[in-house]
């Protein structure tokens, strides 16, 4: 018994999960500098931190890769029908995990920081960071969603 498989559908499979293996290098890549941050902040509390243009450039293309591709799968792609339980469950966790990393930085950086946005000084520093560090939260939200839409479809009963 031979089965065919639709050129159609399989190339959306494809399209689906290279947009999702670029989302999740995206997101990496942003919880690498959340934890590298993370750390910088954590071992020298108090002290105003240069980022380095390096730093900016990296955080900014994760950014944009992320949101590309998170945009293109809305409009673009389906989500494939797949059911697997169990993967669901461990996606939804996945997703919720990750989203946890980028709070805490930024509740970190938001307790450490806030202070300081009364100073004119050091205000438009501390508040243009606080704009990257929201675009980041912002794409890390994006591939919670996405994680999580995947997970849900796993989870779906079976036809009957």
Not at 77 to 83: D, T
Not at 117 to 135: D, H, K, M, P
């Amino acid at each position: 018994m031979q089965t065919s498989v639709d050129p159609d559908r399989a190339r959306s499979v494809w399209r689906y999960l290279t947009l999702l293996a670029l989302q999740f290098a995206a997101a990496v890549m942003l919880l690498a500098e959340i934890y590298r941050a993370f750390r910088i902040v954590v071992d020298e509390l108090g002290v105003l931190h240069a980022i380095s243009p390096a730093d900016l450039a990296v955080i900014s293309a994760a950014a944009l890769l992320s949101q590309a591709c998170f945009c293109y799968r809305l409009a673009k792609v389906g989500i494939p029908a797949w059911r697997n339980i169990v993967l669901g469950h461990c996606l939804g966790f996945a997703s919720r995990l990750s989203f946890i990393f980028g709070g805490a930085m930024f509740s970190l950086f938001f307790l450490r920081h806030a202070p300081e946005l009364s100073s004119t000084e050091t205000g438009a520093v501390v508040l243009s960071r606080g704009v990257i560090l929201l675009v980041a939260l912002f794409c890390l939200y994006c591939f919670t969603l996405e994680l999580e839409r995947l997970g849900n479809s796993l989870q779906r009963p079976a036809h009957r």
